[in-house]
């Protein structure tokens, strides 16, 4: 479990939360020795004067007409211990330092005791109870007015006030700090998408704005480059589908006894146009569809359906290719379906293509993650280990040892999409055979 938060905001409040906690213990121990610590030293030397005065009259202790005289003018009254316990000694708290304070004075053990008052008699004063060993079998009672036990909830209000309010006040600064960091980082994930959203608004530090304008001007130029980019594709593949028309046209005007040259040209010029289609996908992005709240097991179903009604018609039983399904309850999530059937089509082409006849689709909601997964396995001889980060890269090959061709522009189309989604997607080999192309989606919107 992490205690430590990586965030600068939680960062910066943990230390802000950590100072106050410092500041509010020094300053109770500060009002602790400065101020209280004082007051309670002197009231102890006062106690501690009046026992030794009476220990000068040890003698006078035994006649009542002095206790009455005493009583009269001081208000101390001497207790035997059976009048002490009458008069509520037993409800009096025994202090331990004030003892301590007390026989450091007086050179002798003393016992020492505070009794309040009670509730209904709010105008009596606070009692001193005073036992020393030279009065073993008495008890000095010292009446102390203005004296009330330590009060610190006004301290402790004011701290606490204080601490909320700093902690409030760093909250208030470190989300206004990072209100513009938040969307400059949900900027860069549409962005990393292929998504580009309209300029962020300028707000916060002046370093904050400097970096909010370079990224609006990165933003606009990966915009305008990505056009670039799809306007110079597209022209280029009209510009190559232009001459391999007029050589298809030459073809069909082959006499007959050239027939076997005529095939071998189309044939080469369906691939070369298979070819150009894909560098289109690779290079239009998909932002124009948009998004529904569908399943993603319809489509996968949609898909084998699709490929087992074409098996009908194909003679071959060698060639006859087969789709498993395991596919368990999913949530609906934000999709764009053709965009995914392409993803599906193409996992599903590469299997059977590369791998083996026969290839299992499996799929399964992670609650604990909230992202829907699925699995697409062949039982062929999978990709070498060194390969298999690089197959998601456009042209290149990870299924060279199975003598493919292609344009290797298929995965990276696959990956484009599925991060597209806010997915991601992967490739590895099973323990016993086989390759199993795995992606997954959020169940949440983007």
């Not at 202790?61 to 003018?73: N, R, V």
């Not at 530090?205 to 980019?229: C, P, W, Y």
């Not at 992670?366 to 001889?381: A, E, H, L, T, W």
Request: proline share 5%; net charge neutral.
């Amino acid at each position: 479990m992490r205690l430590l938060p990586k965030s600068a905001f939680g960062q910066t409040v943990l230390l802000i939360g950590v100072l106050l906690l410092i500041n509010q213990v020094v300053s109770y121990l500060s009002v602790t020795m400065y101020f209280i610590r004082p007051s309670y030293e002197q009231i102890n030397s006062l106690i501690a004067t009046q026992a030794a005065t009476l220990k000068t009259h040890l003698d006078d202790l035994d006649d009542p007409e002095y206790l009455h005289t005493l009583k009269a003018q001081t208000g101390i009254r001497i207790f035997t211990d059976t009048e002490a316990k009458a008069a509520r000694l037993g409800q009096a708290t025994f202090y331990q330092f004030m003892s301590a304070q007390v026989t450091e004075q007086l050179g002798e053990k003393a016992e020492v005791r505070i009794s309040a008052p009670q509730l209904d008699q709010q105008s009596t004063p606070y009692y001193v109870w005073i036992k020393i060993s030279s009065l073993a079998d008495k008890w000095i009672r010292v009446p102390v007015f203005g004296l009330s036990e330590a009060n610190i909830f006004p301290l402790t209000l004011y701290l606490l006030l204080i601490g909320i309010l700093s902690v409030g006040g760093g909250w208030l600064f470190v989300f206004r700090l990072n209100r513009p960091l938040s969307a400059l980082q949900r900027a860069a994930i549409k962005v990393g998408r292929g998504q580009f959203p309209p300029p962020l608004k300028e707000d916060g530090t002046s370093e904050m704005i400097e970096v909010t304008k370079a990224f609006n001007r990165m933003n606009q130029g990966i915009k305008q480059l990505e056009h670039d980019r799809m306007v110079m594709t597209a022209g280029i593949s009209h510009d190559l589908r232009t001459p391999l028309t007029r050589i298809r046209l030459a073809t069909e005007m082959l006499p007959e006894d050239q027939d076997w040259v005529k095939e071998g040209i189309v044939s080469d010029i369906e691939d070369m146009n298979a070819i150009i289609d894909q560098f289109i996908e690779y290079a239009r992005q998909e932002q124009q569809e948009r998004q529904t709240i569908s399943n993603l097991n319809p489509l996968i179903t949609e898909l084998a359906d699709a490929r087992n009604t074409n098996q009908q018609f194909n003679p071959s039983k060698e060639d006859r290719k087969s789709i498993h399904l395991e596919l368990t309850p999913l949530p609906n999530i934000p999709l764009r379906k053709v965009a995914l059937k392409r993803v599906l089509d193409n996992l599903i082409e590469n299997a059977f293509r590369y791998g083996s006849n026969h290839i299992e689709i499996t799929t399964y909601f992670d609650k604990k993650q909230n992202r829907v997964i699925c699995k697409v396995r062949d039982f062929g001889q999978g990709i070498p280990e060194d390969s298999l980060e690089n197959v998601f890269r456009p042209f290149s090959q990870g299924d060279s040892a199975r003598n493919s061709g292609g344009s290797g522009l298929g995965l990276a189309i696959t990956k484009r999409i599925i991060e597209m989604h806010g997915g991601q997607i992967n490739l590895r080999n099973h323990p016993q055979e086989g390759l199993i192309a795995e992606f997954w989606l959020p169940s949440e919107g983007l």
